[in-house]
């Protein structure tokens, strides 16, 4: 810099300049090349193999106060990106989102499937299919074996009833046809007719 009275404006040390933009440049240089060392490789978005759980904390009371854990106070607790969120739907939102995945170790790139692949899955779903008919039949026919023992049952204790009926008809019947031993019992009526002595 000058010290001219008559001359205001400020002179720059252009080599001093010079040295510290080659010393960020040089900075800069490293830091890319320590990045490059280390590429973040991060596998491709897959299913999930476990079941998120909704429904265990659902009608239960929590006491917290400000010593109570974040795994343990309201709300749904990740304890992958260590965060608590409020409802399930955000929940759902937050363990399918971006953040979440990459603190797994995920990209959000889907494997492209091949055409053999899904020949396979299809042939995997078609057998699933066909077990689950063949269990539908075999409780199908299982259910109607039941209904069927159900209505023999039911057919027998009916005409366990309507014999026992019969028997009981004949009896009184008899009874009532034999006057003679009505009388000698002391049963000749109820009264609605006069007594022949």
Known sequence: MSMRPDDHRRKWDKTEFQRKAQERLLNQANANEKNDDEPVQRENLKRRDYKVDLDSKLGKSVVINKNTPSSQSGG???????????????FLDHINGKKHQRNLGMSMKVERSTVDQVKERFQANKK????????????????????????????????????????????????LTDDNMAAIMGFSGFGGSKRNT
């Open 128 to 175: 699933k299919m066909e077990e689950k008919q063949k269990d539908y039949e075999l409780e199908k026919r299982l259910r109607e074996a039941k209904e069927e023992e159900e209505r023999y049952k039911e057919h027998r204790k009916e005409k366990r009833k309507d014999r026992k009926r019969k028997a009981e008809d004949d009896l009184d019947g008899i009874a």
């Open 76 to 90: 749904y607790y990740c304890n992958v990106c260590d965060c608590v969120v409020k409802d399930s739907i955000n």
